[in-house]
């Protein structure tokens, strides 16, 4: 069966520090994979979608960047973080070749800018 | 563009049927519309899919009409459980070769005893 792994599952930085998230998938080859933000109480927005090792789309500008180093990796990333950077990031994966709409989550990391 | 509007909350009491409609204009013609379920400090987690008329599994139901500007998710005898924000998800008719995915801004779901 298929897997996906976040981490860390909390994260408190300062404002201006470097941030890494890793997200990992089992089971499967050739997923798509997703990072979404999540304000509170707000709803999902995408930030990077990838279909494949080294293929990043963005859909916000912002000073956040995401890499797939991997097959099965996405990590998200930040040079300097800002306030506004705060919130819950989820990693997502799609079965490759089926409706992007079918999308399963990673529990989540919860990040907190000071 | 693609554009979805939800209720923002609902409630209900245990035992009853809910149905939470997500209004969407615009999507893409060859997509499906999706729902999902989160709830707190989790990520979503997918109830059911859907192209036209009706689609059931074992936790809801989903109608879409003819000319698929709407869906609605159907819960039959909610419980205690069931209480969480439901999305609905839908493609963008407007992305061209680059297809969008909109998400709802979620409908709130209180189940009460």
């Known amino acids: 069966s298929q897997t996906i792994h976040q981490w860390p599952a909390t994260l408190v930085q300062p404002v201006g520090s470097p941030l890494s998230l890793e997200c990992t998938v089992e089971?499967?080859?050739?997923?798509?994979l997703y990072w979404y933000r999540q304000a509170a109480g707000r709803g999902l927005q995408l930030l990077f979608y990838?279909?494949?090792?080294?293929?990043i789309s963005s859909e916000v500008p912002q000073n956040l960047s995401a890499s797939r180093p991997q097959d099965r990796q996405f990590i998200l990333s930040s040079k300097k973080l800002l306030l506004s950077d705060s919130g819950f990031y989820l990693c997502?994966?799609?079965?490759?070749?089926?409706?992007?709409?079918?999308?399963?989550f990673g529990p989540g990391t919860r990040l907190t800018v000071l | 563009l693609a554009k979805t509007t939800q209720p923002i909350s609902m409630d209900s009491y245990e035992g009853q049927e809910v149905n939470i409609t997500c209004s969407h204009n615009?999507?893409?013609?060859?997509?499906?519309i999706t729902w999902y379920q989160q709830f707190p400090s989790q990520g979503p987690r997918f109830i059911i899919q859907?192209?036209?008329?009706?689609v059931t599994n074992e936790v809801a139901s989903l109608f879409i009409p003819a000319d698929r500007k709407s869906s609605t998710l159907s819960l039959p005898r909610v419980s205690l459980s069931d209480t969480a924000v439901y999305y609905c998800?839908?493609?963008?008719?407007?992305?061209?070769?680059?297809?969008?995915?909109?998400w709802g801004l979620g409908t709130s779901l209180a189940v009460n005893p």
């Open positions: 615009n999507i893409a013609t060859n997509d499906y």
């Open positions: 997502a994966w799609s079965p490759a070749g089926k409706s992007y709409n079918e999308q399963f």
């Open positions: 089971g499967t080859s050739n997923p798509n």
């Open positions: 990838s279909v494949g090792i080294g293929q």
């Open positions: 859907g192209y036209k008329t009706k």
């Open positions: 998800l839908v493609g963008d008719s407007w992305a061209g070769n680059n297809r969008k995915l909109i």
